[in-house]
């Protein structure tokens, strides 16, 4: 009887031993089997997400310009506090952070076959001369992309000289622009039309965002590259 008892003990703690095998054997395929699917469902969403990311165009603009467009973004300065900034096929040509904006009427030109920048000049329309801006404005050449953004004050030393010149750009408000009004611009020089690239608004105390002056203007664009 005593060897019958062990020997039930024996068989009894061998099937212990192997269903606790065989449990941790199945419960170790699942754990694994999750694991795999976890991986797999995270990885996925990890690709879906970038998938459905908005993609980013040039100079951050709402859309891809078509070929043989230059894109365009650029904003007019904020009071006196916030210089103006020009972008070009994502390359910013003139901004605060570049230290290279003022108080008047700031200029970026660009080569409208390349778009590659030319020149970025500002000038002074409050306490400046307007002599300089003229001579540069008759210096730039057939072809050349203008863009232009106010900064504080760009029109009381402008004189009808200036603002021919500037309209031969292309520009339709720079005959009305006036004392503190935001103004962004983009033209070229050999223009035939108007150009559509063009945003103003009004220096007027009773609509007026910040004391003393008009709210920023912002403006996009493709520029048709010029053809031969």
Request: proline content about 4%.
């Amino acid at each position: 009887k005593v060897v019958a008892g062990a020997a039930k003990l024996v068989v009894a703690v061998a099937v212990f031993l192997l269903t606790f095998y065989v449990i941790s054997q199945v419960f170790e395929i699942k754990m694994d089997a999750s694991l795999g699917n976890l991986f797999v469902t995270t990885t996925q969403s990890y690709f879906s997400l970038k998938a459905t990311k908005p993609p980013r165009y040039k100079c951050g603009i709402s859309k891809a310009c078509p070929e043989k467009h230059f894109a365009f973004k650029m904003a007019s300065g904020a009071a006196n506090v916030v210089g103006p900034k020009i972008c070009l096929e994502d390359n910013v040509l003139m901004s605060g952070v570049k230290n290279n904006v003022g108080r008047g009427i700031n200029v970026a030109l660009a080569n409208g076959k390349t778009g590659e920048v030319l020149d970025t000049k500002y000038f002074d329309m409050w306490g400046g001369d307007v002599a300089p801006f003229i001579e540069f404005l008759k210096g730039i050449q057939d072809g050349t992309i203008v863009l232009m953004g106010t900064y504080d004050d760009g029109a009381t030393k402008l004189n009808d000289e200036a603002r021919r010149l500037i309209a031969e750009l292309g520009s339709t408000s720079i005959t009305n622009l006036g004392f503190r009004d935001n103004w962004v611009f983009c033209g070229g020089k050999g223009i035939k039309t108007k150009s559509p690239f063009e945003q103003h608004i009004k220096n007027n105390k009773d609509t007026n965002k910040y004391e003393g002056w008009p709210e920023v203007v912002e403006m996009e664009g493709c520029i048709p590259q010029k053809q031969d």
